[in-house]
């Protein structure tokens, strides 16, 4: 059996990707979006959600490419002169692993992210962090910590199926999802021992801002048993802090095309929130799904 979730991120940042959100879930094959709590458009982000009960909410932690929650002042070793997350997230990683402050800071960031999350009302879906910034080992630690606190119950872990991809495309690379793969590893160990839901493997990695229709479907066609997690950011128009580069409305278009939703209306598949799948835990003895260990070996040895 195979079980999907289709996921937008960046809930919150402009309208247009509210708008787009909101049509894709009710028209298309979108169930699930990640919110950013402190983005401009959190509010109506928000507002459009309580609408749709049935769409899966889950917290998009950002702590990079984007302001804080918290007073500036209150992060300073997290932010530039103009009170925004730092950009280079190389140097960023190393100041949170060295700098006793920084990981301070980085803790009640996230509890504030996570407060503000349970204060909108939402049931909270599942939890990932922008950028990927969830695949250090010490975000990671203390976004599970701090989340269990809030009932955090499903983690994306940005595991992609290179050899599915190459299927649907032979020469397709990505060294951003090579690079990622021992810490997507690590972050995936962790989920299991905390005994959260967590999909088996995410497309979006390699095709990140360019999940066309046909790129899309394609995935939705060929899908492995188990559980999948597929997400794009979506948009009805061009907003400002969008993607460089990113194709937002053709990935709005491919969540509505009616080829992809007639496509995941087949018997073999069920779409669905992480909660929906909440008992499809990391290492879970499910049918048709690997364990971690079983898992790493495929993904190290035919990545």
Same mark, same amino acid.
């Given at each position: 059996?195979?079980?999907?979730?289709?996921?937008?991120?960046?809930?919150?940042?402009?309208?247009?990707?509210?708008?787009?959100?909101?049509?894709?879930?009710?028209?298309?094959?979108?169930?699930?979006?990640?919110?950013?709590?402190?983005?401009?458009?959190?509010?109506?982000?928000?507002?459009?959600?309580?609408?749709?009960?049935?769409?899966?909410?889950?917290?998009?932690?950002?702590?990079?490419?984007?302001?804080? %929650?918290?007073? =500036?002042?209150? $992060?300073?070793? #997290?932010?530039?002169?103009?009170?925004?997350? &730092?950009?280079? !997230?190389? *140097? +960023?990683?190393?100041?949170?692993?060295?700098?006793?402050?920084?990981?301070?800071?980085?803790?009640?960031?996230?509890?504030?992210?996570?407060?503000?999350?349970?204060?909108?009302?939402?049931?909270?879906?599942?939890?990932?962090?922008?950028?990927?910034?969830?695949?250090?080992?010490?975000?990671?630690?203390?976004?599970?910590?701090?989340?269990?606190?809030?009932?955090?119950?499903?983690?994306?872990?940005?595991?992609?199926?290179?050899?599915?991809?190459?299927?649907?495309?032979?020469?397709?690379?990505?060294?951003?999802?090579?690079?990622?793969?021992?810490?997507?590893?690590?972050?995936?160990?962790?989920?299991?021992?905390?005994? %959260?839901?967590? =999909?088996?493997? $995410?497309?979006? #990695?390699?095709?990140?801002?360019?999940?066309? &229709?046909?790129? !899309?479907? *394609? +995935?939705?066609?060929?899908?492995?048993?188990?559980?999948?997690?597929?997400?794009?950011?979506?948009?009805?128009?061009?907003?400002?802090?969008?993607?460089?580069?990113?194709?937002?409305?053709?990935?709005?278009?491919?969540?509505?095309?009616?080829?992809?939703?007639?496509?995941?209306?087949?018997?073999?598949?069920?779409?669905?929130?992480?909660?929906?799948?909440?008992?499809?835990?990391?290492?879970?003895?499910?049918?048709?799904?690997?364990?971690?260990?079983?898992?790493?070996?495929?993904?190290?040895?035919?990545?």
């Amino acid at each position: 059996m195979k079980y999907l979730i289709v996921t937008a991120d960046d809930f919150g940042a402009a309208p247009e990707v509210n708008a787009a959100v909101e049509a894709a879930h009710r028209d298309g094959v979108l169930t699930a979006a990640s919110l950013m709590v402190a983005a401009p458009a959190a509010t109506d982000a928000i507002a459009r959600a309580r609408r749709l009960p049935s769409l899966r909410v889950g917290l998009h932690l950002v702590l990079s490419d984007g302001r804080p %929650l918290l007073p =500036p002042s209150t $992060v300073s070793h #997290l932010v530039d002169e103009s009170g925004a997350f &730092r950009t280079n !997230l190389a *140097a +960023l990683g190393t100041l949170i692993a060295f700098s006793a402050g920084a990981r301070r800071q980085v803790a009640a960031e996230i509890t504030a992210q996570f407060a503000a999350f349970r204060d909108s009302g939402l049931a909270l879906d599942h939890c990932n962090a922008h950028q990927h910034l969830h695949l250090h080992p010490v975000v990671a630690e203390l976004m599970l910590s701090i989340g269990h606190s809030f009932g955090l119950r499903a983690v994306r872990v940005p595991l992609e199926r290179g050899q599915v991809l190459r299927r649907l495309k032979p020469h397709t690379h990505g060294w951003s999802a090579t690079l990622a793969l021992p810490f997507a590893l690590r972050l995936r160990r962790r989920v299991s021992a905390a005994g %959260l839901a967590a =999909p088996d493997r $995410v497309f979006g #990695l390699r095709w990140s801002g360019h999940m066309t &229709r046909a790129r !899309l479907l *394609a +995935l939705v066609r060929n899908l492995p048993d188990g559980l999948s997690e597929i997400y794009l950011h979506p948009a009805t128009a061009p907003f400002r802090g969008g993607g460089e580069g990113y194709r937002h409305r053709e990935e709005f278009e491919a969540l509505t095309d009616p080829a992809v939703v007639a496509a995941c209306r087949d018997a073999s598949l069920q779409l669905g929130g992480f909660s929906d799948f909440a008992h499809y835990a990391a290492d879970s003895p499910l049918p048709g799904k690997p364990g971690a260990a079983a898992l790493a070996h495929r993904l190290v040895l035919r990545p």
